[in-house]
């Protein structure tokens, strides 16, 4: 089970310059609430022996141990830093996923036993990779905060949008989400103000902050950040990466939207009254059908589920659509099965033969919209 966790709120904004003290107030890591072991690049593949779990984890140990020496200091708490390039293939399957969430889970299983205290998974363009590092964080029960490489219209290198990312992984339990603007820093105020009425977690701010001052960086908080993540490639000891938090001061009108399905590149968010299409069975001629659905007067495509064989045509399938995708199965095996390898949120179609608990278990469980 995924356990609880919020970073305590810091009075002041990071990089609050606090001279009375003598201290040297560019070290802003001094406000931070929570300090990152420096692990992104120790893998299987950098070791000198490639399956020595052992090595592994005495790396980790080490990186872990050095941040928690300069977090006592703070009375923060120590983090730990994946990265998507980790998982070496961009192909999706159901079992190139199962390798990824194998792969998170020993990683994570390591860092949890050395003691950080969370994990930020970062460099991410691929939504399916980002659901893998979700599904092991809660398995494993550290708190994980992935973050997604956008451009200024909220889309990855290749495709995701990074609102459906947000609907996706919030409702599949990753406890903060960031963005990093390959546009630069300029472009994220704008990007955080879009997708803070729909943020049911911390959202973080990334970026080379060692530059701006304190105007600039409120300016990131009055738009919707309350995590700032250092990306500073400076090794030295006084400028780890660092995360500090502080209170949002953003705060428009109204309740949070988050009832929304959505695909890889496209978010819906849902009216009260769904109008579901007929019954599309799964075959290798599917994609055919889910483009003409653009063209009724419907919203949101239904597609009849018999077995496993028709999850894996769904998987690789799914973003021929530009609609929301409701699912009808008949027996739990095959709903699970399609709850988990869907790159996105799904709606399920509650009239069926699962019985009540068990299917609202598992959209619980996948953050799935029971309908």
Same mark, same amino acid.
């Not at 460099?123 to 451009?151: C, E, H, K, Y």
């Not at 799964?282 to 994609?287: H, I, N, R, T």
């Given at each position: 089970?995924?356990?609880?966790?919020t970073?305590p709120l810091?009075?002041d904004?990071?990089?609050?310059?606090?001279? +009375?003290?003598?201290?040297?107030?560019? %070290?802003?890591s001094?406000?931070?609430?929570?300090?990152?072991? %420096?692990?992104?690049?120790?893998?299987?593949?950098?070791?000198e022996?490639?399956?020595?779990?052992?090595?592994l984890?005495q790396r980790?140990?080490?990186?872990?141990d050095?941040?928690?020496k300069?977090?006592?200091?703070?009375?923060?708490?120590?983090?730990?830093?994946?990265?998507?390039?980790?998982?070496?293939?961009?192909?999706?399957?159901?079992?190139?996923?199962?390798?990824?969430?194998?792969?998170?889970?020993?990683?994570?299983?390591?860092?949890?036993?050395c003691?950080?205290?969370?994990?930020?998974?970062?460099?991410? +363009?691929?939504?399916?990779?980002?659901?893998a590092a979700?599904?092991?964080?809660?398995?494993?029960?550290?708190?994980?905060?992935?973050?997604?490489?956008?451009?200024? %219209?909220?889309?990855?290198?290749?495709?995701?949008?990074?609102? $459906?990312?947000?609907?996706?992984?919030? =409702?599949?339990?990753?406890?903060?989400?960031?963005?990093?603007s390959?546009?630069?820093?300029?472009?994220?105020p704008?990007?955080?103000?879009?997708?803070?009425?729909?943020?049911?977690i911390?959202?973080? $701010?990334?970026?080379?902050? =060692?530059?701006?001052?304190?105007?600039?960086?409120?300016?990131?908080? /009055?738009?919707? $950040?309350?995590?700032?993540?250092?990306?500073?490639?400076?090794?030295?000891?006084?400028?780890? =990466?660092?995360?500090?938090s502080?209170?949002?001061?953003?705060?428009?009108?109204?309740?949070?939207?988050?009832?929304?399905?959505?695909?890889?590149?496209?978010?819906f968010?849902?009216?009260?009254?769904?109008?579901?299409?007929?019954?599309?069975e799964?075959?290798?001629?599917?994609?055919?059908?889910?483009? %003409?659905?653009?063209?009724?007067?419907?919203?949101? /495509?239904f597609i009849?589920?018999? +077995?496993?064989?028709?999850?894996?045509?769904?998987? /690789?399938?799914?973003?021929?659509t530009?609609?929301?995708?409701?699912i009808?199965?008949?027996?739990?095996?095959?709903?699970?099965?399609?709850?988990?390898?869907?790159?996105g949120?799904?709606?399920?179609d509650?009239?069926?033969?699962?019985?009540?608990?068990?299917?609202?278990?598992?959209?619980?469980?996948?953050?799935?919209i029971?309908?």
């Amino acid at each position: 089970m995924k356990k609880n966790f919020t970073l305590p709120l810091t009075a002041d904004l990071p990089g609050h310059k606090d001279e +009375s003290d003598g201290a040297d107030s560019t %070290d802003r890591s001094r406000y931070a609430n929570l300090i990152l072991a %420096d692990t992104q690049h120790i893998n299987h593949a950098n070791l000198e022996e490639t399956d020595d779990d052992d090595e592994l984890a005495q790396r980790y140990k080490a990186a872990v141990d050095k941040a928690k020496k300069k977090a006592f200091r703070n009375g923060a708490y120590v983090g730990a830093v994946l990265s998507s390039e980790d998982c070496c293939s961009e192909e999706y399957s159901c079992g190139v996923f199962e390798d990824a969430v194998f792969d998170y889970l020993e990683k994570m299983t390591i860092l949890r036993d050395c003691g950080a205290d969370l994990v930020v998974v970062k460099n991410n +363009s691929l939504l399916w990779q980002m659901r893998a590092a979700v599904i092991a964080g809660v398995q494993t029960g550290i708190p994980v905060f992935v973050t997604v490489n956008a451009d200024e %219209d909220g889309k990855s290198e290749n495709e995701v949008d990074y609102i $459906a990312a947000l609907i996706t992984l919030q =409702s599949l339990g990753a406890s903060g989400f960031g963005i990093y603007s390959t546009d630069g820093i300029a472009e994220l105020p704008e990007l955080l103000q879009k997708i803070f009425p729909h943020a049911e977690i911390p959202l973080i $701010a990334l970026g080379n902050f =060692s530059q701006l001052d304190e105007t600039e960086l409120r300016e990131l908080a /009055v738009s919707g $950040a309350s995590v700032f993540l250092n990306t500073s490639e400076n090794k030295d000891d006084t400028s780890l =990466s660092v995360l500090s938090s502080c209170k949002s001061l953003f705060d428009p009108e109204g309740e949070k939207d988050s009832y929304a399905a959505a695909v890889e590149s496209e978010v819906f968010f849902l009216p009260e009254n769904i109008e579901l299409s007929e019954p599309i069975e799964c075959d290798y001629g599917m994609s055919e059908d889910l483009i %003409d659905m653009d063209d009724e007067n419907i919203n949101s /495509v239904f597609i009849q589920l018999n +077995s496993s064989d028709d999850v894996t045509v769904l998987s /690789v399938n799914s973003n021929m659509t530009r609609l929301p995708v409701t699912i009808h199965a008949n027996d739990s095996t095959t709903l699970e099965a399609a709850l988990r390898y869907f790159t996105g949120r799904l709606i399920v179609d509650s009239r069926c033969a699962v019985e009540r608990e068990e299917l609202e278990a598992l959209c619980t469980k996948y953050g799935a919209i029971l309908y």
